[in-house]
Each structure stands twice: as structure tokens, then as C-alpha cells.
């Protein structure tokens, strides 16, 4: 049993930043992909930023260029940069990993006030 454990929301103002951290209970080598989405108020959940075997990341349209996913092996955790934050990217943020089954976390409030 995977479980993905999420820690590093809360609030924060305008132009503000925050680091989200993800920890695995096993090897995050183990996966194919590992990433973060959210869901906004009153939204469908979106992709945010994923990281691929091999060293290939992406992001969204909205968040490039102010969010960046990294990930520590030694620790099996994976994190998110968010920088500049706006009150869009206010919302519930998931920790992901896939492979040939993939796993979700709790999710952690991020809220960004104007």
C-alpha cells in the first residue's frame, strides 16, 4: 500500500510564496510520473506540474514561470515551488505518482488572498 502524505499550505497574500511538500511511503524511482494538480472553488481538478521519467517536467499554462516541481530521491518526497502566488491559485492541492497504478494524497489547502 503507497500512501502519499502532503504538508506546506496555508495562507498567504498576493505575490507571496509557498513550498508544498509531498512524502511517499516508498521509492519515488517506483514511479513513472510524479506531479501536483488542484482544484479551484467551484472547478474541475487540473494538472499543475508533473515531473516524468527521464527528467521531463510540465506545467500549466497559468503557472508557468512561477511554480517549479522538484523532487529529493534520499527522501522520497517531491515538491512545489509556488511563487508570485494570485488569488486564482487559491484551492485543494493533490500530490500524485503513477505508474502501472497510481496513487493520490490527502490534499492541502492553499489559499490566496487578494
Known amino acids: 500500500q503507497v500512501h502519499l502524505v502532503e504538508f506546506g499550505g496555508g495562507l498567504v497574500q498576493a505575490g507571496g510564496s509557498l513550498r508544498l511538500s509531498c512524502r511517499a511511503s516508498r521509492s519515488i524511482l517506483d514511479f513513472n510520473v510524479l506531479g501536483w494538480h488542484r482544484r479551484a472553488p467551484g472547478k474541475q481538478r487540473e494538472l499543475v506540474a508533473h515531473?516524468?521519467?527521464?527528467?521531463?517536467?510540465n506545467y500549466a499554462d497559468s503557472v508557468k514561470g512561477r511554480f517549479t516541481i522538484s523532487a529529493d530521491n534520499a527522501i522520497n518526497t517531491v515538491y512545489l515551488q509556488m511563487n508570485s502566488l494570485k488569488p486564482e491559485d487559491t484551492g485543494v492541492y493533490y500530490c500524485?505518482?503513477?505508474?502501472?497504478?497510481?496513487?493520490w494524497g490527502q490534499g492541502t489547502q492553499v489559499t490566496v488572498s487578494s
Open positions: 515531473m516524468i521519467s527521464g527528467g521531463t517536467t
Open positions: 500524485y505518482a503513477g505508474g502501472t497504478t497510481g496513487y
